[in-house]
């Protein structure tokens, strides 16, 4: 319950400075104990806790939430200012990045109805996740698995992880899993991905345990999407892989579209190949039909943003 120490640390320090001017002030001047006082009070700074309160440690790994606010706050808000945080983490936001949130434990949101709301929200598809996120004019989602562990289950499976990789029967039977993978589909196991969720910024620290790195918390922004279409044998599947990296750590963003009876496709792609933010790399994707050879496809952050349309490269029939 950190949440609270952080509103309490400061509170504290005041206090105690008080109450130490005070016994001061009623010790004789030439009492024995005056001159011990001080002494006493800078035994406080040897304490860990007391000194990281202080802002005199600096944290190897950084808080994700705080630096999810961070991110936030140096963005421009938008038409839909509002973020999308599981209820326990939303008061870094509320206070640091000064955005409004749907639900906290404390302060201005605290809900019923929103908190059972967001329970959901995270728990659902993109389909049914984007009405709702217009509704409250949230445009920016925290999601990871600092939230989805244990919180979120499928039938088969309670956490998304099984002897250090992501459990299959979690990521098939969880609508939502997309948002623990930076919103990645996993075509192999019919997962698909997100196409409005971009991601922008992921936290430094890792899930532990994992054979990965897995940050424990991703941002992302609803953008409208670009759209790529084309031609294929009916049937067929057709699959983009986006290298991203972030903090340096490598990954591959996939999405994936089936062909119809005509031989058309289409795909909803939020993630573009020249994306560049603080934490977050991306490159020139690939796309490919069946087990064909892949071909270079590039997507402009600008065509995701105002969801423009691209076609693939070739006639891939």
Known sequence: ?????????????????????????????????????????????????????????????????????????????????????????????????????????????????????????????????????????????????????????????????????????????TPSAPLLIGGSGVPALGVRHFGRLMPIFAASRTVGGLKSPLPVIWLYEVVAGAEVDGRAPPGSRVVLEIPLSEHGRPHTWRAWAEAGPDGRWRMRVPLPTDLATRTIRTATGRLRVGDGPSQPLEIGESTVRRGGSIAAPVDTR
Do not use: C, H
Request: hydrophobic share 50%.
């Open 1 to 173: 319950q950190m949440r609270f120490g952080r509103v309490f640390t400061p509170l504290l320090a005041v206090a105690a400075g008080l109450a130490l001017a005070w016994v001061t002030a009623r010790l004789r001047p030439a009492g024995r104990l005056a001159p011990l006082a001080p002494l006493v009070a800078s035994l406080a700074l040897f304490d860990p806790t007391v000194r990281a309160a202080l802002g005199t440690v600096q944290d190897p790994i950084p808080n994700g939430m705080v630096e999810v606010a961070r991110e936030l706050r140096g963005r421009p808000a938008g038409p839909n200012p509002g973020v999308m945080t599981p209820w326990d983490m939303a008061n870094e936001v509320l206070v640091l990045a000064g955005r409004p949130v749907v639900v906290t434990g404390f302060g201005p949101y605290p809900d019923p109805a929103a908190y059972r709301e967001t329970v959901k929200a995270y728990e659902v598809g993109e389909e049914e996740l984007l009405p709702w996120l217009a509704g409250r004019r949230v445009g920016w989602v925290a999601a990871g698995a600092a939230n989805l562990f244990g919180r979120v289950r499928s039938a088969d499976a309670l956490i998304p992880f099984a002897a250090g990789e992501f459990d299959p029967r979690w990521l098939r039977g």
